[in-house]
């Protein structure tokens, strides 16, 4: 039995008794998490597909260890122009035992992926001042162009 699995993103293929890493979650060392998107369950040849997740299913898991990845070297160069820029990355990674795949229980915690840096409510809380129309800015301008008119008319009868 196998199911396919969404964890913080990304999808994983899991089995009872597997260890697998994924980026790094917020539950502690020795917790049990519960992963209740499940898009995909093969029990023995028959296969449940989720539109897009089976309801009622899930993976519980139980969180080993936190550690950090290998270091990937980023290294960027411009041929004859003197431009070298080396940077390196370390991924922050959980890794998880799978325990059971099968109907969901409310014993287990559901896993919270690291936390995401928050927008600011303050910009999208401004509101923009209402619009004018091209009526409301035109009719003046023509009312100030009539009055200048006939005052010319009348100076010039004089």
Do not use: C, W
Not at 110 to 122: F, L, M, R
């Amino acid at each position: 039995m196998y199911a396919i699995v969404d964890i913080a993103g990304q999808q994983f293929k899991v089995q009872k008794d597997q260890q697998i890493f994924v980026h790094r979650l917020e539950n502690a060392e020795g917790e049990k998490v519960a992963f209740d998107k499940v898009l995909l369950v093969d029990n023995d040849g028959k296969v449940e597909i989720g539109a897009p997740v089976i309801k009622g299913m899930a993976v519980e898991a139980k969180v080993i260890r936190h550690l950090q990845g290998d270091k990937v070297q980023v290294f960027k160069k411009k041929r004859r122009k003197g431009y070298q820029k080396s940077n390196g990355h370390r991924q922050q990674l959980s890794e998880i035992a799978i325990e059971a795949i099968g109907k969901a229980s409310s014993t287990a915690a559901k896993a919270k992926p690291a936390a995401e840096p928050k927008e600011e409510k303050a910009a999208t809380a401004k509101k923009a001042a209402p619009k004018k129309t091209a009526e409301t800015k035109e009719a003046p301008k023509a009312a100030v162009k009539k009055e200048t008119k006939t005052e010319e008319k009348s100076s010039s009868n004089e």
